[in-house]
């Protein structure tokens, strides 16, 4: 089973910009991957999807916009830039071959 480690979360000010990283431990270039985030007492969201080739792309409505999902199949590596963040963004992120391959997780903290 291919591992999936992300990174580059932490704490910014709204309206800042952070780049996660999601590095997979084999090839995943035949995948759909996607980022998912849950909040405190929240369930487990859909962010944002990528099909394999990176052709396709979809977002929820609430990040349309400021948020952008990438791959480099060569790296094995799968991007989700966040730009102009808010608040409500604050939640664990993580990176998924959906359904059943999951990531750690990095907290990413939007606050004044």
């Known amino acids: 089973q291919v591992q999936l480690v992300e990174s580059g979360g932490g704490l910014v000010q709204p309206g800042e910009s952070l780049r996660l990283s999601c590095q997979a431990s084999g090839s995943i270039s035949i995948y759909t991957m996607a980022w998912y985030r849950q909040a405190p007492g929240k369930q487990r969201e859909s962010v944002a999807v990528i099909t394999s080739s990176g052709g396709t792309k979809n977002y929820r409505d609430s990040v349309k916009g400021r948020f952008t999902i990438s791959r480099d199949n060569a790296k094995n590596t799968v991007y989700l830039q966040m730009n102009s963040l808010k608040p409500e963004d604050t939640a664990v992120y993580y990176c998924?071959?959906?359904?059943?391959?999951w990531g750690q997780g990095t907290q990413v903290t939007v606050s004044s």
């Open positions: 998924s071959i959906p359904p059943i391959n």
